[in-house]
């Protein structure tokens, strides 16, 4: 491939020196430096004793992870994932990836993936009938925690299967709840996430010798088998590739659907118009919907496509340079860590109109030609993308089609809203919901 052409210099260097992306502020400044430099900036970090660029230019985003992906490495903020995650497919890099990829690939096709539609409607309907009672009694939900024990609840499910009741039966209570109960995602909570692998392998050679049928992700990692060398997973690698799916499965999803009903309760108009369509849905739908069943209902995909680009819950990407490479036309050096700030990206003014009002209808097919395809991009590009984006919009779809159908979500006003933006988006403070029937 031909190298872009260079231009003199480096790009703008903010004012301030801090380790972006690792700070807790970091998108709030990231925000007004967008502001004022615009698609390309660089600053430096001291720590490092170098400058970390961050590009919002959709070509520049598509020649890092599409067309000269292989010079990228991921970045910033990988260490962190890595205690928690240890070396499965969300943080390898090379040869162990690609393997790892063409391993884990099968199990997220969309044929796979409807098959845990019973697992969805399941946890959802056990929510909706609560949540019933609570609307008749007038109590309030914390809708953040709710979402984050639903969509743990559901990942579990899918990667567990009937083992998941096992395990809680056997141990008086669900051992993974510790990821919903504590918020942080310090080095104490990595510690006690990664105490839940003795169960998994406790449960990995119970079901080498019991020999039984399971359909869940924790059978069909133990049958995959590496194209080239006919070769298992390790017991290592089925753990890390286990806890990977739980974490990089749930959190994403649970503040992915925090958004959309908050956007919701916010936008009558919207949710009047996406009741309309719920409620002319044929009959079809009353039980587990297929994921073709709830792609016939074309709005409530456009009111969750506006809302990941709102609030993309994996708000910024995170790459480092192995070679020398050329973005926007200036030079960057070998070993530079670059970020890829989704939040901007899906907020850009030149390709957005209005870019922070919430619109669904900008993703209507007939608009789809107004912006380009790199910048809107929720689960990433290229061939690091999220790899559970099917399974994730079969969730999210369902989930709200089977609430909105009997419930509005009201929200009650507390704390301004403010963002936090860690490894993933999330509202700082609990989003509180009443629950009214339809
Ligand atoms: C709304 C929900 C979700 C969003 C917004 C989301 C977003 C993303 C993004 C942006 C990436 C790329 C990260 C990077 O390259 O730095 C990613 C990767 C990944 N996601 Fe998701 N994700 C979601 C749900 C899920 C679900 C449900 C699963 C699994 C059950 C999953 C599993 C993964 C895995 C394993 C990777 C790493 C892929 C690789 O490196 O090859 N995600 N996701």
């Known amino acids: 491939m031909s190298a872009p052409t260079t231009t003199q210099g480096g790009p703008p260097v903010a004012a301030a020196e801090f380790d972006i992306g690792s700070t807790d ?25 170098a400058y970390t660029y961050v590009v919002h230019h959709p070509d520049d985003v598509k020649r890092i992870l599409v067309a000269n992906h292989r010079n990228y490495t991921k970045g910033v903020g990988l260490d962190r994932v890595k205690i928690l995650l240890g070396n499965g497919i969300m943080t390898s890099e090379g040869e162990l990836w690609r393997r790892q990829r ?14 845990f539609a019973e697992a969805i409607a399941t946890a959802t309907d056990a929510l909706l009938e609560r949540w019933e009672e609570l609307a008749r009694r007038g109590e309030p939900v914390n809708l953040t925690e709710e979402m984050s024990e639903l ?13 998941l009741e096992r395990m809680s039966a056997e141990l008086g209570g669900n051992p993974f709840e510790v990821v919903t109960k504590e918020q942080a995602r310090n080095l104490q909570f990595a510690y006690k996430f990664r105490s839940l692998t003795r169960l998994v392998a406790n449960l990995i050679a119970r079901r080498r010798t019991a020999g039984e049928e399971h359909f869940d992700y924790v059978a069909m990692l133990m049958s995959a088998r590496d194209k080239e060398t006919g070769a298992p ?20 999803t649970a503040s992915g659907l925090n958004w959309t009903w908050y956007l919701l309760a916010q936008h009558p108009q919207v949710e009047a118009k996406l009741h309309a369509e719920i409620d002319s849905a044929p009959p079809a739908l009353e039980r587990a919907p297929s994921l073709a069943q709830l792609e016939q209902l074309p709005y409530l995909r456009q009111v969750i496509d506006e809302a990941l680009r709102l609030y993309p819950p994996g708000w910024v990407l995170s790459r480092r340079t192995i070679g020398p490479d050329v973005l926007s036309g200036y030079a960057i050096p070998a070993g530079t860590n670059v970020l890829l700030p989704l939040y901007l990206l899906h907020r850009h003014p030149r390709y957005w109109s209005e870019p922070d009002q919430f619109r669904p209808e900008r993703f209507a097919p007939e608009h789809e030609a107004e912006r380009p395809r790199f910048a809107y991009m929720p689960f990433a590009a290229g061939p690091r993308h999220c790899i559970g984006e099917t399974f994730a919009l079969y969730e999210m779809l369902m989930h709200v ?19 936090e933006a860690l490894i993933n988006l999330r509202t700082r403070h609990p989003v509180i919901m009443r629950l009214e029937r339809r």
Do not use: N
Request: glycine share 6%; charged share 25%.
């Open 102 to 115: 063409m391993m884990l690939q099968p199990l997220f096709h969309r044929r796979v993936v409807g098959g």
């Open 151 to 163: 969509t743990l609840q559901i990942v579990l499910k899918a990667t567990f299967g009937r083992d």
């Open 25 to 49: 502020d970091s998108l709030e400044r990231m925000i007004r430096l967008f502001a004022e430099h615009g698609d390309i900036y660089r600053v430096y970090v001291p720590a490092r004793k």
């Open 401 to 419: 089609q089977r609430v909105a159908r009997r419930l509005r979500l009201v929200h009650v006003p507390g704390p301004p809203l403010e963002l």
């Open 233 to 252: 997973m390790s017991e290592r690698e089925l753990i890390d590739e286990i806890m990977t799916l739980v974490v990089a499965g749930h959190e994403t």
